[in-house]
């Protein structure tokens, strides 16, 4: 396990100050970009180097940890630090072992991104030591899923909570502008983990009040049991941290906090961990008459504010409201700043209240490639094409960390090298021509879970639209896997040559994604 040195703390400084050289970036005339264009990337070179880690893991855990930002040197809810959310708490002492490892003081890990990013890079690495990875299983990004887990600070089904969603970025891309304008990505990749004795560790049990939620349950020591008043309200809180991170501090018996419910960002995907009958600790006066919503992200990063977020809480809220006679209207659906004698200022001005309401209130969903992604037919997009499904191919392309250029909807040379660059890392024919095959791989590109009727989710949407681009006929992309569905994918499966019994496991999506 390397280790830093006084005379690496003077390298780190000679390398920080380079940065402020104006450098000549691919792409760019020498002077185009502001004199820190790269500091984040290539903090994360350095850091991948220095510790052997693989640099787009090592940028799969920051986004997911903080999505790339410091924010200042603030503390999340769990009192973790930086890019690469260094904890110092009574369960989790990772900034501790970052400033051992690599002999930075905490308050330059907290504060220094590069030193941050040191710091989060030295720890995954004592983490891969500690479970026997040699040089050569180091370069398996698969093998580092036990020691991703580790760094979570959580146990069990939650550690492989967060392992899980730092794979999902890995398998489907990620792009970030983070501080100056510098934009940071990780290309999509088909991943397959070695998750060791975390494969049986997935969380699976159910919400008891909510059935689309995943059940996590709170420590004792951080709710009641019952109420002693009756439930007239729903708190929208922003939880200051990561999803898994969240959900491991409830479970920690010195937080003394908790929420009902947790939603994560990236997918809408909630965890319950309160039961609604009983008072969680969200909203000091607020507790006993109301059901607390935590969101993942920062108030000051609307980045962490997705659709797909605000339509799985809306729908959540909707769902109590219903349920428990709370009136859908701001005096009853409130901010945890909105709680009477709470000094917290989330979900700050970056939630979108106006937005947040309509969809509580039962919008109307829209019409075909409303979301942007979802069309009857895909057609053969080129160089020269413009409209709504070139503007959809960049979006996908630009998720998938492949610069496609202005989300324009105008297929220009950006967008070619970008279809290149996927056609290429994905076996395809490199022509820059997007048809079917290229439009069945992109679509289906990301995370590959066992599917089958009953399902649904925004992973059955992602299916749903790369049969229709695979078969040629339309399969409705409403995220349920019902009958339609079910026949599309064994009419799939058969004309590929593939077991046709209405699953989609592994073999399937690897049909997918390889473009049949």
Sequence with gaps: MPRRTAGHTRGRAAVLASLTVTALVAGHPAGAAPAEADSMNRALDRAAEEYD????????????????NGHAGQPSQDSGFGVMHLVSNPVNHSLEKASALTGESAAELREDTG???????????????????????????????PAVARY????????????????????EGLRATVAGGERVSVTSRPVSPDKGPLAKADVTAQS????????????SANFATGRTATVDKVVIHVMQGSYAGTISWFQNATSKVSSHYVVR?????????????DTAYHAKSANA???????????????????????SSAALTKYLCDRYGIPKDRSHIIGHSEAPGNDHTDPGANWNWTYYMQLVGGAAGGAEGADGLSFSSYSTQRTGSTGAQVKALQTLLDQQGYEAGAVDGVFGSATGSAVTAFQTARGLGADGIVGP??????????????????????????????????????????GIFGANTDKAVRSYQSTRGLSADGSVGAATWAALQSGR
């Excluded at 640099?55 to 940890?65: H, I, K, S």
């Excluded at 109301?290 to 797909?308: A, K, M, Q, V, Y």
Aim: net charge negative; proline share 4%.
């Design 53 to 68: 880690v693989p640099r787009d893991l090592l940028a799969a855990v920051g986004y997911g940890e903080t999505h790339l």
């Design 115 to 145: 030193t941050n990013i040191l710091g989060g890079a030295a720890v995954l690495r004592d983490h891969a030591d500690a479970l026997g990875l040699d040089k050569a299983r180091r370069a398996d990004i698969d093998a580092w899923y």
């Design 152 to 171: 979570s600070g959580a146990e069990g089904a939650v550690s492989a909570l967060y392992a899980d969603t730092v794979y999902t970025f890995l398998a």
């Design 208 to 219: 008891p009040d909510y059935p689309p939620a995943l059940w996590v349950a709170a420590n």
């Design 265 to 277: 960002s990236s997918d809408g995907q909630i965890t319950q961990m309160v039961r609604d009958r």
């Design 289 to 311: 008459s109301s059901l607390g919503i935590e969101h993942e992200g920062f108030i000051d990063d609307p980045s962490w504010f997705t659709d797909t977020m605000y339509r």
């Design 437 to 478: 095959k290229t439009w069945t791989a992109l679509l289906s590109a990301g995370t590959t879970p066992t599917l089958a009727t009953g399902a649904s989710g925004d992973t059955v949407k992602r299916l749903q639209r790369s049969l229709t681009a695979a078969l040629g006929t339309a399969v409705t992309a409403d």
